[in-house]
């Protein structure tokens, strides 16, 4: 049976594992701010694949599987895994691929991110695409 708070027994056996919860020291607050400046350097294209974008593109490019393939060229160096991920995620699933964008500027206006979508699709077509 999995253990839960189906009563006040079971809801006081798992509070009294927190009676002496102090919370993060300094030290640990510190080095996690840090770790997080650090990771903000990193330049990814912050795409949550809500895919709003796509809705609305007329031309049905796989935006969202297109930063997912830069994200990864930036995180790991890789280009054979980005382009596997580009290959999946883009024709994979029958979308097109970032150098066939018209930039009629749609995506952008449905984005809830606010990423400059035309710019990154020109980043994903000369970074994966152009030398192909």
Same mark, same amino acid.
């Given at each position: 049976?999995?253990?839960?708070?189906?009563?006040?027994? %079971?809801?006081? #056996?798992?509070?009294?594992?927190?009676? #002496?919860? &102090?919370?993060?020291?300094?030290? %640990?607050?510190s080095t996690l701010e840090a770790? %997080?400046?650090?990771?903000?350097r990193i330049p990814l294209i912050?795409?949550?694949?809500?895919? /709003?974008?796509?809705?609305?593109? +007329?031309? #049905?490019?796989?935006?969202?599987?297109?930063?997912? &393939?830069?994200? /990864?060229?930036? $995180? /790991?160096?890789?280009?054979?895994?980005?382009?596997? %991920?580009?290959?999946?995620?883009?024709?994979?699933?029958?979308?097109?691929?970032?150098?066939?964008c018209i930039k009629c500027g749609?995506?952008?206006?449905?984005? +809830?991110?606010?990423?400059?979508?035309?710019?990154? $699709?020109?980043?994903?077509?000369?970074?994966?695409?152009?030398?192909?």
């Open positions: 049976m999995l253990s839960g708070m189906s009563n006040i027994e %079971q809801m006081e #056996d798992n509070l009294s594992y927190m009676k #002496d919860f &102090a919370g993060l020291t300094e030290e %640990q607050k770790a %997080q400046e650090e990771m903000n912050p795409c949550t694949t809500c895919n /709003y974008c796509a809705k609305v593109c +007329p031309m #049905d490019i796989g935006i969202s599987g297109s930063f997912t &393939a830069m994200n /990864y060229l930036t $995180l /790991y160096g890789s280009k054979p895994a980005a382009l596997h %991920q580009e290959n999946w995620l883009v024709g994979g699933h029958g979308k097109k691929r970032a150098d066939q749609a995506c952008e206006a449905a984005c +809830p991110q606010h990423i400059s979508i035309r710019e990154e $699709l020109e980043r994903v077509t000369e970074a994966l695409i152009a030398e192909q």
